[in-house]
């Protein structure tokens, strides 16, 4: 069934009217300020650098499949990187987007569920996750959009990634779209850890865990329900003014054990991996893949810049196998 209504883009800071509470987040602070305080722990034993694999092996698999993630771990992932939406019927899914019509066929699959986005001068129609049931979702192919190779790809639920993941390499989550969730009344904090305590994820030796969040009242509100698992908070480009200052970083250290900046940002103020490190925070840049301009013509030598010049602790990439290791 078609629906009218505007889709609220995604937004990485909030205004008073969106925050979660006065109360949680006052509490979120006080939990992660005591944290804080203490060194962090390395992300890969030994304190050697980090290897995310950015949405799996995506430059070689489709993203966010089981294969790309499967793909991801032999070529020596440390984390392996799982967006995360949320169905109609309230299960996480690894999903990059909050609407399925760029990776599935979506719209031949169920060509009267979409909504019309009014946020540009045209509406455009869109087939949003929440939209669909679990089962509805499973019936879509996410693999022929990357290559025909990959036809009958499904969307995998969170549980079936963690199966997967879980024992062999780390879990570098994101939790999508917040602003999109809270205002329907979901809590995807609270379904991931739900799904983490029922798979024995906390403090698990042999799964390290990061969340990650582009939105500051999220990595808040998951100090609350999950104190002890590390949370880093995402900054795009145009939002490098909230950590462009040694005080800036420090500051965020509040209220997450890491940042994860562009990677644009690193190479325009390498300073913020001292400060993030004088504040006891990780730095994970994004995203490093062979077919970004802005790297150096041989993807290896980017990330070793960035690694051992910089100094960052670790780098999402689509390439894993690229990954220089020392």
């Not at 509406?123 to 879509?140: F, G, M, N, Q, S």
């Not at 979901?186 to 865990?209: Q, W, Y």
Request: charged residues 25%.
């Amino acid at each position: 069934m078609m629906r009218r209504y505007t889709i609220l883009p995604t937004v990485t800071a909030m205004t008073s009217t969106h925050v979660v509470s006065s109360a949680i987040c006052g509490a979120a602070l006080g939990v992660v300020a005591f944290g804080s305080l203490a060194a962090a722990q390395p992300l890969v034993a030994g304190g050697k650098k980090a290897l995310v694999a950015h949405r799996g092996a995506s430059s070689y698999a489709p993203e966010h499949t089981i294969a790309a993630y499967a793909l991801a771990m032999q070529q020596g992932a440390d984390f392996v990187e799982q967006d995360l939406a949320v169905t109609k019927d309230g299960v996480l899914v690894c999903i990059h987007d909050l609407t399925l019509e760029r990776t599935t066929n979506v719209e031949e699959v169920f060509p009267t569920r979409f909504t019309e986005d009014k946020s540009g001068a045209t509406p455009v129609k869109r087939w949003l996750v929440y939209d669909l049931t679990l089962a509805e979702i499973k019936t879509l192919d996410a693999g022929s959009w990357f290559d025909r190779k990959f036809a009958g790809a499904r969307i995998p639920t969170f549980q079936e990634a963690i199966d997967l993941v879980k024992g062999k390499a780390g879990m570098y989550p994101e939790l999508k779209d917040p602003e999109f969730y809270r205002e329907r009344g979901v809590k995807p904090e609270e379904l991931l850890a739900a799904i983490m305590k029922k798979n024995g994820l906390i403090n698990d030796p042999k799964t390290p865990f990061v969340i990650q969040s582009f939105d500051a009242d999220t990595i808040k509100a998951l100090a609350m329900v999950l104190p002890g698992v590390e949370r880093v908070y995402l900054v795009s480009p145009q939002d490098i003014g909230q950590i462009d200052t040694e005080a800036k970083v420090k500051a965020v250290a509040g209220w997450a054990t890491g940042i994860g900046p562009n990677r644009l940002i690193v190479d325009k103020q390498p300073d913020i991996v001292k400060w993030a490190h004088a504040a006891k925070m990780h730095v994970t840049p994004w995203t490093f893949r062979e077919k970004d301009p802005a790297k150096f013509q041989v993807l290896r030598d980017d990330m070793t810049k960035f690694l051992y010049t910089y100094g960052v602790d670790a780098v999402f990439t689509d390439n894993p196998d690229q990954f220089p290791r020392k």
